[in-house]
């Protein structure tokens, strides 16, 4: 069993910032890659940002500059801190983990529930 949690969404001003965390929990034995992505109303979900376990970062390029992700290896967690946020950034922001778990074989990818970021005045 392997839970993603998402928290840190809320209500922000354009210009203002906001700090995302993710908390993977339950039999994991090594996670490879984590990413945000985020999907707004009526569009399809996108890449936001990905960090690979030696700290590898990639980036939309709507973000690049404004957003930094981290991570955690030994607290398997993922943050995203968002600054200089726009309206544009509003969406449903949501934790993914390409992990191993124990007792199996292969690694395998996993998604939280995502939470809200509202950017408005």
């Known amino acids: 069993q392997v839970q993603l949690v998402e928290s840190g969404g809320g209500l922000v001003q354009p210009g203002g910032s906001l700090r995302l965390s993710c908390a993977a929990s339950?039999?994991?034995?090594?996670?490879?890659?984590m990413a945000w992505y985020r999907q707004a109303p009526g569009k399809q979900r996108e890449l936001v940002a990905r960090?690979?376990?030696?700290?590898?970062?990639n980036y939309a390029d709507s973000v690049k500059g404004r957003f930094t992700i981290s991570r955690d290896n030994a607290k398997n967690t993922v943050d995203l801190q968002m600054n200089s946020l726009k309206p544009e950034d509003t969406a449903v922001y949501y934790c993914?983990?390409?992990?191993?778990?124990?007792?199996?074989?292969?690694?395998?990818?996993?998604w939280g529930q995502g939470t809200q970021v509202t950017v408005s005045s």
């Open positions: 993914n983990a390409d992990l191993k778990r124990y007792y199996f074989s292969t690694r395998g990818d996993y």
């Open positions: 339950g039999t994991i034995s090594y996670i490879y890659v």
């Open positions: 960090i690979s376990s030696g700290n590898s970062e």
